[in-house]
């Protein structure tokens, strides 16, 4: 049991970074999005207010093995995401890391924020990349 919770806590962003970083490198065309199924008690937000930002959003939902629950994009420069309760504290800011580079990768050359919100939709870390700089700045 002792020996499991290192690995699990490298693999989780480890995993989610190579999928972010490699996935969209194969590809041979942009990522379709499927209209998001509604209920009468809950309307998913728009995934983006932009067409990269809707495919960008909705991407990062799909692909991420059941870590993000929810994400958006805005002005193709912030970028919202909702954890699941299956990421762990301590495994927030190398999610928040990967993310911030693989919305880099899709939309370079600008300033990027990242906003991470935890399961019961409370903003728990905020990211601010700077591309002159290629740093990136945490706000808890």
């Not at 190579?18 to 995934?47: F, H, M």
């Not at 959003?57 to 870590?67: D, E, V």
């Amino acid at each position: 049991m002792m020996f499991t919770q290192p690995i699990r806590r490298l693999a989780m962003p480890l995993l989610l970074a190579l999928v972010l970083l490699i996935t969209p490198a194969c590809s041979t065309s942009a990522p379709t999005v499927q209209a998001p199924q509604l209920s009468s008690r809950y309307t998913q937000i728009e995934q983006g207010n932009t067409p990269a930002g809707q495919d960008f959003g909705a991407w990062i939902t799909q692909t991420s093995k059941g870590l993000i629950t929810d994400a958006y994009v805005r002005d193709n420069n912030k970028l919202g995401v909702v954890i699941s309760k299956d990421v762990r504290p301590n495994e927030v800011r190398n999610l928040t890391k990967s993310l911030v580079q693989g919305f880099h990768k899709n939309f370079p050359k600008q300033d990027l924020t990242v906003l991470m919100y935890a399961p019961d939709k409370k903003l728990i870390l905020t990211a601010q990349y700077d591309n002159k700089n290629q740093q990136i700045q945490y706000q808890s």
